[in-house]
């Protein structure tokens, strides 16, 4: 059973296009997040959410729209894809949203921009 | 703002062999500190984590951290290391509500 899942795993699309990424965790957590990876290995995290509720957004572009319909899943879409959106994303989870929780991490979605 | 200064990118290293991933980081307030591996194509998953009490925390797969709040220090060794420890390391530290890596350090393992 995986703990953090995410699909697709690999996207590759043109700029301009509108794409989604979905993930689940089954871990029973309240906390969720998205990370992006540059290809320096740069990890960052974008968006966390606790209980469904928007808690972290760091400065990332309106274009990066998440959505959380229920504690369990936290989807991200992007609008108008650009050249520079192109790395690895990671969703992760957490019991709850306090600095002490460690995060388990998806496998990632390697977005490739054309 | 916390930060995490990974000081090496790359470690190679020979099988068998031991070795050390340096990591310091900045705060003003008590920390929590984590290392993370990353295989290939593999998210990050958890190796050990500083959050209270002793001072040296042992983790998965034979890796040992300790935690030194004078040189601000939080470095990863493991006394032998194998082909299969190949990866990239992360430190990382717990602001209030989200968490800073370091850059990585590659750990190539030689035969």
């Known amino acids: 059973d995986t703990a953090v899942s995410q699909t697709p795993k690999y996207l590759v699309t043109q700029m301009g296009n509108d794409k989604s990424i979905k993930c689940e965790q089954n871990?029973?957590?309240?906390?969720m997040y998205w990370y992006k990876q540059d290809s320096k290995k740069f990890l960052k995290i974008m968006f966390s959410?606790?209980?469904?509720?928007?808690?972290i957004n760091e400065t990332v572009p309106n274009r990066f729209s998440p959505k959380s319909p229920d504690k369990a899943h936290l989807n991200l879409h992007i609008n108008s894809l650009e050249l520079g959106d192109s790395a690895v994303y990671f969703c992760?989870?957490?019991?709850?949203?306090?600095?002490?929780?460690?995060?388990?991490f998806g496998d990632g979605t390697r977005l490739s921009i054309l | 703002a916390q930060s995490v200064t990974q000081l090496d990118s790359q470690v190679p290293v020979f099988e068998e062999a031991p070795v050390e991933l340096r990591c310091n980081y900045s705060?003003?307030?008590?920390?929590?500190l984590f290392w993370y591996v990353q295989y290939p194509n593999q998210g990050l998953q958890l190796l050990l984590k500083?959050?209270?009490?002793?001072?040296l925390v042992k983790g998965i797969n034979g890796f040992e951290a300790e935690f030194n709040k004078s040189q601000t220090s939080f470095h990863l060794r493991k006394p032998s290391v194998h082909i299969s420890d190949t990866a990239e390391y992360f430190c990382?530290?717990?602001?209030?509500?989200?968490?800073?890596f370091g850059t990585g350090t590659r750990l190539q393992v030689f035969p």
């Open positions: 500083y959050l209270s009490g002793s001072t």
């Open positions: 959410y606790n209980n469904k509720e928007l808690i």
């Open positions: 992760a989870s957490s019991q709850d949203n306090r600095p002490n929780q460690p995060q388990h």
């Open positions: 871990l029973g957590h309240d906390t």
């Open positions: 705060s003003s307030v008590s920390v929590y």
């Open positions: 990382a530290v717990s602001d209030t509500d989200k968490l800073i």
